[in-house]
């Protein structure tokens, strides 16, 4: 099934998303197809994505949050949803520890840079081992409304390019990397320890859409044959 028939056939609500977002769900979703998984979306508005994600994964349960208390009429079978803010750590943790750990979690809620970092900073370190964390809407970081700005530090554009830099950061630390010092520097705005980014596979970026993977490899093994 395409995540586009998972739509058409979903029971509840409706749903707004960019058009490309359904090739880049099928893509990188294809492997947890069938699997009974957990899967966390931030951002519930119509409720029409809860109930497509229970189309397009028939054994998982499905939790949702939001900040508006009358997305609670979505609740059903196998969907949850916890009413708070995506800028609450506690919050979060909470809702983790109450149904967790995540395979999947979606951030599709507030689109604000704060939103953005704070929610993936606290559940990022939180999703099972090879689990799958998509940040939707990115290009809010470009709008001054978001608190976006081309060229601030401070967005979850900013935040995914000091990933590229801190899955590479063994080569930064090498003795050849003679700009270690500068880019260093760069990494230091969104304060993040160089270990949380051991558990960081890779990540796939698309038009507006991030999906970053969590597994534990060792990235500066050279195998010789």
Same mark, same amino acid.
């Given at each position: 099934?395409?995540?586009?028939?998972?739509?058409?056939?979903?029971?509840?609500?409706? *749903?707004?998303?960019?058009?490309?977002?359904?090739?880049e769900y099928d893509l990188m979703f294809e492997k947890y197809k069938n699997r009974q998984l957990r899967l966390l979306e931030i951002g519930?508005?119509?409720?029409?994505?809860?109930?497509?994600?229970?189309?397009?994964?028939?054994?998982?349960?499905?939790?949702?949050?939001? *900040?508006?208390?009358?997305?609670?009429?979505?609740?059903?079978?196998?969907?949850?949803?916890?009413?708070?803010?995506?800028?609450?750590?506690?919050?979060?943790?909470?809702?983790?520890?109450?149904?967790?750990?995540?395979?999947?979690?979606?951030?599709?809620?507030?689109?604000?840079?704060?939103?953005?970092?704070?929610?993936?900073?606290?559940?990022?370190?939180?999703?099972?081992?090879?689990?799958?964390?998509?940040?939707?809407?990115?290009?809010?970081?470009?709008?001054?409304?978001?608190?976006?700005?081309?060229?601030?530090?401070?967005?979850?554009?900013?935040l995914i390019k000091k990933i590229i830099d801190g899955i590479h950061l063994w080569a930064i630390q090498s003795p050849r990397a003679s700009?270690?010092?500068?880019?260093?520097?760069?990494?230091?705005?969104?304060q993040i320890k160089p270990s949380f980014y051991d558990n960081i596979r890779g990540m796939y970026v698309a038009d507006s859409i991030a999906?970053?993977?969590?597994?534990?490899?060792?990235?500066?093994?050279?195998?010789?044959?």
């Amino acid at each position: 099934m395409k995540l586009i028939d998972a739509v058409k056939q979903k029971k509840k609500g409706r *749903i707004r998303k960019l058009a490309n977002y359904f090739g880049e769900y099928d893509l990188m979703f294809e492997k947890y197809k069938n699997r009974q998984l957990r899967l966390l979306e931030i951002g519930i508005q119509g409720g029409g994505s809860l109930y497509t994600w229970k189309e397009f994964f028939p054994q998982a349960k499905i939790i949702g949050i939001d *900040i508006d208390e009358s997305c609670k009429q979505y609740e059903g079978e196998n969907v949850k949803i916890y009413i708070g803010s995506q800028e609450d750590g506690d919050f979060l943790k909470m809702v983790e520890k109450n149904e967790g750990p995540f395979d999947i979690v979606i951030d599709d809620g507030g689109h604000t840079m704060k939103q953005q970092i704070i929610t993936f900073k606290t559940l990022f370190p939180l999703l099972k081992e090879g689990g799958i964390y998509v940040i939707e809407d990115l290009h809010t970081s470009y709008w001054y409304e978001f608190g976006g700005k081309r060229g601030r530090s401070y967005t979850a554009i900013s935040l995914i390019k000091k990933i590229i830099d801190g899955i590479h950061l063994w080569a930064i630390q090498s003795p050849r990397a003679s700009l270690f010092n500068k880019v260093k520097n760069k990494i230091k705005p969104l304060q993040i320890k160089p270990s949380f980014y051991d558990n960081i596979r890779g990540m796939y970026v698309a038009d507006s859409i991030a999906f970053i993977l969590k597994e534990t490899i060792k990235k500066d093994e050279m195998i010789k044959l």
